[in-house]
């Protein structure tokens, strides 16, 4: 079993920077695909990125491409979402999330259900 424990949400102006962590409990991390999801009121939980457990492949929501960058450590067995060029619809509650099959494919990653273990989130607000 993971518990996953996110950290490093905060109160940022827009186009200022925030690194998420998340880090996690279980000896078989390293081998699990990790994604980063957030969730603002009213609105249902959606993707941001995902990484494989090699680092190699990875995905990024449109809405974040070019600005948000995911990726882990495994030897501290920690994920983290860094995020810079902050806009105010950035302004959610992140979530992290692992999938235990170790399988990375697009078409499962970028859905809630494709995961197995979720942390308690964190929240990030950005100002205008």
């Known amino acids: 079993q993971v518990q996953l424990v996110e950290s490093g949400g905060g109160l940022v102006q827009a186009g200022g920077s925030l690194r998420l962590s998340c880090a996690a409990s279980?000896?078989?991390?390293?081998?699990?695909?990790m994604g980063w999801f957030r969730q603002a009121p009213g609105k249902e939980r959606e993707v941001v990125a995902a990484i494989s457990w090699s680092a190699i492949s990875t995905y990024y929501a449109d809405s974040v491409k070019g600005r948000f960058t995911i990726s882990r450590d495994n030897a501290k067995n920690t994920v983290y979402l860094q995020m810079n060029s902050l806009k105010p619809e950035d302004s959610a509650v992140y979530y992290c999330?692992?999938?235990?099959?170790?399988?990375?494919?697009?078409?499962?990653?970028?859905?809630?259900?494709?995961?197995?273990?979720w942390g308690q989130g964190t929240q990030v607000t950005v100002s205008s």
């Open positions: 279980g000896r078989t991390f390293s081998s699990y695909v």
């Open positions: 999330a692992a999938d235990s099959d170790g399988v990375f494919n697009i078409r499962v990653v970028v859905h809630q259900s494709g995961y197995d273990y």
